[in-house]
């Protein structure tokens, strides 16, 4: 983080270059964000996004709109940052930045289920999941699988969302990470009780509270708890 204060930055601006103009503007645009003042980030971010496309700067253009995409994101417009989220995917591939290619892949899916396209955001998100796999990483992969099955179930179709949430219990399970394998259980059991098979929910649910037992939360404990009663009842 560049520490110079806001109003030398701005002083700096005039005379910058188009690099260190965009860097500039990404700075401030950075410190807007982090007091919420989404308003001005949003101006901010484009113009460092356009000043480091002029430099040629493909990580600094990366980088500049992802973070707009992400501030439109919480300014609760959903279908404005697709464009953005995939123009960083096109500049993080030029760096060769796999990761960030499949995180922007992902969060422009997760844009487009907002607005209520299911067919764009399955798309962007099989895109990511092939990134990660490829890139071994198992949480990230578990993650889009709970996505893609999140989205399958809102859209009635249990059976297929049971298969990506077993896809992803078995990727949080090569990660390690035990309350994110709970996490697909539990939405494994909700898909299975929303088919009427509340009998092969229940010893997901008694592993979910197992799993809960140890290590987690108080809530985490009662919600398990209550998860497994009502499956029972």
Known sequence: MDEASEDELWSELDDAGDHRRGEILLELADRCYHRNDLVQFESLVEAAAQ????????RLCAYARFNQAQGLMELDRPAEPIAHFLAAAGAFGLIGEQGDIALSHQRAGDAAALSGDAT???SHWRTALAIYEAEADALSSGRVHMSVGGELMAGDDARSAVAEFRAARASFRSA????????ADDATAEALIHQGH???AVPLLKSCLDNAAVGASEFARGYAGMRLALALR
Not at 51 to 58: F, I, K, V
Not at 176 to 183: G, I, K, L, T
């Open 198 to 200: 509340a009998d092969q």
């Open 176 to 183: 390690r990470s035990a309350h994110h394998v709970s996490w």
């Open 120 to 122: 764009v955001a399955l």
């Open 51 to 58: 000043a480091a496309e002029r430099a040629g700067d493909d």
